[in-house]
């Protein structure tokens, strides 16, 4: 236990340039590292330019572009169980580089499209490929980086900021040309981000799974050595439960993207320019912050604590945006910066939290299937939470953000009980156990 703190300490006291240079999980993780910024370069470059693609080049209306990034949002929801599933026969590594030569193909396949139908199964195909490899990168984080897996997750959100902040730099040239050759440049450049990631993913071994659950975690090994069948997360209530909750604290992610742009420009006094600023201060803290958080979550406990922080940035950040609506130009720019710093505040915890707990709250032996489910949350409000905010919160005004706030807020605590009675499950089998074996060895000594 000793070491295991000051290995803690010494984590807290290196820089993240040093973390970068010498991160978990060794040359494996370096590598995976540089295939995260390589791969969100190319997702951020397409990011920025699709909708733009799918008007001039592919002739679209916006209701159809509409039409066609969401039903690939729908798609993307199966990519992280179907994904979870093939790995656990397959293995992380193949299945990462075939996630990654499908979006190649789908990509490439957009660029010969002549008409709607196979143009969305293109885009569908991108999307499923896209959260499938999503998810075999948070199970190979898990994999290589062992007690110091937050760690991880606060370098490759780095790697993945930066990476996206790269793309949309990117980006910036070639809409700027503003020509359809333009526009079909920045979409093979996406391909040869994957391309190059499925190169660096091809040099690294199979992340070697020895039936051990993660050091320095608070669910022992023991929980899931006993023998029997395979468990199934689609036939685990409480994991299940786990899931569904945390697609509501994932909201952070539509607030930034969606919510906060449309409230400013319908609903409140500030100037549109401001919108950009939203994206940067998110971008900024996260590549500055994301350590830091993660120094408070270094255990399943220690996470199940702070899921309720998550409900009260959310809240604190809807109460601004619904302050900002009768307050003048200046009032609500400021009271909007402040809200687009909670979410991000609130989305630094959730990186952890959520992926701390979907790790500590999965069997060991299915970890593959379980993460591949969990890994839904995040695709399932990339679907839903647009609609929600667009349907139901912008719809209402001021009220219909103090209530998005208010709930989120009543999930979390939802959550933190949830989680705190599997993990006492979890724990009451070896602490059992270790009765027993306490008792025998007692008998033994009293022979």
């Not at 919510?259 to 998110?282: E, K, Y």
């Not at 899921?307 to 609506?325: D, K, N, T």
């Not at 979410?343 to 959520?354: H, I, K, M």
């Amino acid at each position: 236990m000793h070491g295991s703190g000051d290995g803690d300490e010494g984590g807290r006291r290196t820089g993240l340039l040093a973390q970068l240079r010498r991160p978990p999980g060794g040359r494996a993780g370096r590598i995976m590292l540089v295939s995260l910024f390589t791969d969100r370069t190319g997702s951020g470059v397409w990011a920025a330019a699709c909708v733009l693609y799918f008007t001039e080049v592919g002739h679209l209306t916006a209701g159809r572009v509409g039409l066609l990034l969401g039903a690939a949002s729908v798609a993307g929801i199966a990519g992280s169980p179907l994904a979870g599933r093939l790995a656990a026969s397959f293995g992380v590594r193949p299945v990462l580089i075939g996630c990654h030569l499908a979006r190649v193909a789908a990509l490439v396949a957009v660029l010969f499209c002549d008409s709607f139908a196979p143009l969305l199964l293109a885009v569908a195909v991108n999307a499923l490929g896209d959260r499938a490899a999503r998810a075999m990168e948070m199970l190979f984080a898990t994999e290589v980086a062992g007690e110091r897996r937050s760690v991880y997750r606060a370098l490759s959100r780095t790697a993945m900021n930066a990476g996206y902040a790269a793309g949309a730099g990117l980006a910036a040239l070639g809409l700027a040309v503003g020509t359809p050759t333009a526009y079909r440049v920045l979409l093979l450049a996406d391909v040869a981000s994957f391309l190059v990631s499925t190169a660096l993913v091809a040099a690294i071994r199979e992340p070697h799974r020895d039936g051990r659950a993660p050091a320095g975690g608070d669910r022992p090994a023991a929980a899931d050595a006993a023998d029997g069948p395979r468990p199934s997360p689609w036939r685990d209530g409480g994991y299940l439960r786990f899931v569904v909750l945390d697609c509501a604290l994932t909201i952070d992610d539509a607030i930034l993207n969606v919510g906060l742009p449309l409230w400013l420009i319908h609903a409140t006094g500030a100037p549109h320019a401001l919108v950009p600023a939203f994206l940067a201060i998110n971008t900024v803290l996260v590549v500055v912050s994301q350590l830091r958080v993660t120094t408070l979550v270094r255990t399943p406990r220690q996470a199940v604590r702070a899921v309720p922080l998550y409900g009260f940035a959310v809240l604190g950040a809807c109460a601004a945006m619904a302050a900002a609506a009768p307050a003048g130009p200046l009032g609500a720019s400021l009271l909007l910066l402040l809200a687009a710093v909670l979410v991000t505040f609130a989305e630094l915890l959730r990186s952890v939290v959520s992926w701390e707990l979907s790790v500590a709250l999965a069997p060991e032996r299915a970890r593959a299937e379980y993460l591949g489910v969990a890994g839904m949350a995040q695709s399932t409000e990339k679907a839903a939470g647009p609609l929600l905010l667009t349907g139901a919160v912008l719809a209402a005004g001021p009220a219909g953000w103090l209530a998005l706030g208010a709930a989120t807020t009543a999930v979390a605590y939802l959550q933190r009980r949830s989680a705190a009675a599997r993990l006492a499950a979890q724990a009451a089998p070896a602490a059992d156990a270790g009765a027993g074996a306490d008792a025998g060895a007692g008998a033994v000594l009293s022979r």
